[in-house]
Nanobody, 127 residues
Framework: QVQVAESGGGLVQAGGSLRLSCTASGLTFDDYAMGWFRQAPGKEREGVSCISASGGDTYYSDSVKDRFTISRDNAKNTLYLQMNSLKPEDTAMYYC????????????????????WGQGTQVTVSS
């Protein structure tokens, strides 16, 4: 049984930082591309960053580029999202997802590219 779980969310002031983690079990982690998504109330789920199975390819949406960094430790079955210079508009539920294939460019931000999802961790940025 595949399980994906996010952690590390919380309340932070604008300009602050958070690091999200995501662990996955029940699958061969280094066979899977991973993605971070977020969803604010009343809005569609948005893909913010993706990483290939090896970690050699990454993608960032324009809204987070130069502020967020995605990484993974395949030995620990863990995905990370380092979020710096946080803004109130980054407030959302953040989800990680695992997919069997990596799609280059913004194709990797499509929800249909992923097979397994976590339950999410809330990030709230106060102004």
């Amino acid at each position: 049984q595949v399980q994906v779980a996010e952690s590390g969310g919380g309340l932070v002031q604008a300009g602050g930082s958070l690091r999200l983690s995501c662990t996955a079990s029940g699958l061969t982690f280094d066979d899977y591309a991973m993605g971070w998504f977020r969803q604010a109330p009343g809005k569609e789920r948005e893909g913010v960053s993706c990483i290939s199975a090896s970690g050699g390819d990454t993608y960032y949406s324009d809204s987070v580029k130069d502020r967020f960094t995605i990484s993974r430790d395949n030995a620990k079955n863990t995905l990370y999202l380092q979020m710096n210079s946080l803004k109130p508009e980054d407030t959302a539920m953040y989800y990680c997802a695992a997919g069997r294939a990596y799609y280059y460019g913004n194709y990797c931000t499509r929800t249909m590219a992923y097979n397994y999802w976590g339950q999410g961790t809330q990030v709230t940025v106060s102004s």
